[in-house]
């Protein structure tokens, strides 16, 4: 009868092997999918101690010794969602599935109605919050609540440009006029912010006031739209004036302040730092190389990236971006001991090791990658091949079976 034991042990190892593969093959599909090995162990009956076996050890059969998890890297695909993101490396993602922490590898995620990052299954994406574009070093689920960006007033501005040194200075004693245009050499115009988010337009002139063998000299007015007072010099320590080197280049500091802005919409006032370090003094067309302020008017949440290192940025319709949160990645020492409970989650246990959580790109944990998903790692090639494998084993167990009962018929019919 141990022949038809040992054959049955081959049966049910058999029917294990084709049910993993069965499973590995309808995940084919399935975003972050891990496949699985059933493996096997030889069964031997223990022999009784201080005995040896007669004719040597035949063995009893075989048993699945365990279902290991493969946790090779599948490949990435680029998608059209932002919110798509994909490990690429070692790590798992770390959810808040209805009360209990859980964790995979899916990351196809998207916002639900109370701004909270989530998985198909409801799951919600844990981990570095951030307040007013600050990381806050806590832990907990990503929410999204900035649909906003607050406006900031301009409090300084740089101003790089040529200033032409072939022109000639306005008529002696000729007083600076903004609505005069001969009253100044150049003139340029950009855009700065109140705290109210509100745009004004701030025009600054350049009059050549002398010139020698050591460079120019051109004094700086200015004037801003939506202020309850038009504009006049530039201060530093009186109208500002910029001084240029014979090579052209400014000589000294050239940088001052426009003080005592009030605005017509009752935003808070203002006081705005301006700085030309970069302008130059060539016998060139007047012409703007650069103008960067620190204002901007309130924007609206308009995209969402994530950066290799996980850093959740919100992008806005005024061009500014903010820090919303950083996604965290959890590994274990034994991954093969972490228990899969369904909708591609896994559990930890006391086989896979407590988890280790910190940012993507540290502590051998992976980067990650928006717009994009991790496959599956089922090679199907190889899945089909080992399927004709398993179904063959099936079969000649059950052959083993089928011979042993006619020997069994033939000794029973003598």
């Known amino acids: 009868m141990s022949t038809f034991q040992t054959a049955l042990s081959g049966l049910k190892a058999a029917s294990t092997d084709l049910q993993v593969m069965g499973n590995n093959i309808a995940n084919a599909n399935t975003v972050g999918f891990k496949q699985s090995n059933a493996?096997?162990?030889?069964?031997?009956?223990t022999a009784i101690a201080g005995t040896a076996?007669?004719?040597g050890q035949v063995g009893i059969g075989t048993s699945v010794q365990t279902v290991a998890q493969q946790f090779s890297q599948g490949n990435i695909s680029a998608t059209s969602n932002p919110l798509d993101i994909a490990i690429?490396?070692?790590g798992f993602f770390q959810f808040n599935y209805n009360g209990a922490t859980v964790y995979g590898r899916d990351g196809q995620f998207q916002l639900d109605k109370?701004?909270?990052?989530?998985d198909a299954a409801g799951g919600q994406l844990v981990g570095t919050p951030a307040v007013s574009g600050a990381l806050t070093g806590g832990s907990g689920p990503l929410q999204i609540t900035a649909t906003s960006l607050a406006p900031k007033a301009t409090t300084s501005a740089t101003v790089a440009l040529n200033l032409n040194a072939s022109v000639t200075p306005p008529a002696s004693g000729t007083p600076f006029n903004i609505n005069d245009p001969t009253t100044y050499n150049y003139s340029t115009t950009s855009t700065v912010y109140d705290s109210l988010g509100t745009s004004h337009l701030l025009s600054t002139y350049y009059v050549l006031s002398s010139g020698s063998t050591s460079g120019q000299q051109w004094n700086v007015y200015y004037s801003v739209n939506g202020t309850t007072s038009s504009g006049s010099g530039i201060t530093s320590g009186g109208p500002l004036s910029i001084q240029f080197t014979s090579t052209g280049a400014v000589s000294g500091a050239a940088s001052g302040t426009i003080t005592g802005l009030s605005w017509a919409d009752g935003a808070s006032g203002s006081t705005i730092a301006l700085n030309f370090a970069g302008s130059t003094n060539y016998n060139a067309p007047s012409a703007v190389n650069?103008?960067?302020n620190d204002g901007y008017g309130v924007g609206q949440l308009s995209n969402l990236s994530v950066d290799p290192s996980g850093i959740l940025f919100g992008r806005y319709s005024n061009g500014q971006s903010a820090t919303l949160g950083q996604i965290t990645l959890t590994n274990?020492?034994?991954p093969q001991g972490l228990q899969r409970v369904g909708n591609n989650y896994y559990a930890s246990t006391y086989q896979s090791g407590a988890p280790l959580t910190g940012s993507p790109q540290s502590a051998g944990l992976g980067s990650l990658q928006s717009s994009a998903v991790e496959q599956s790692n089922v090679d199907l090639s190889t899945q089909l091949v080992n399927l004709i494998v398993a179904q063959q084993a099936y079969q000649a167990n059950a052959q083993t079976i089928k011979t042993q009962n006619q020997v069994v018929q033939t000794l029973l019919t003598l």
Not at 114 to 118: A, E, H, M, S
Request: no cysteine; net charge neutral; hydrophobic share 40%.
């Open 114 to 118: 109370n701004g909270y990052i989530v």
């Open 88 to 90: 690429n490396g070692s």
């Open 332 to 334: 274990f020492k034994a």
């Open 39 to 45: 493996q096997f162990a030889d069964a031997y009956a």
């Open 53 to 55: 076996p007669q004719y």
């Open 290 to 292: 650069n103008i960067v």
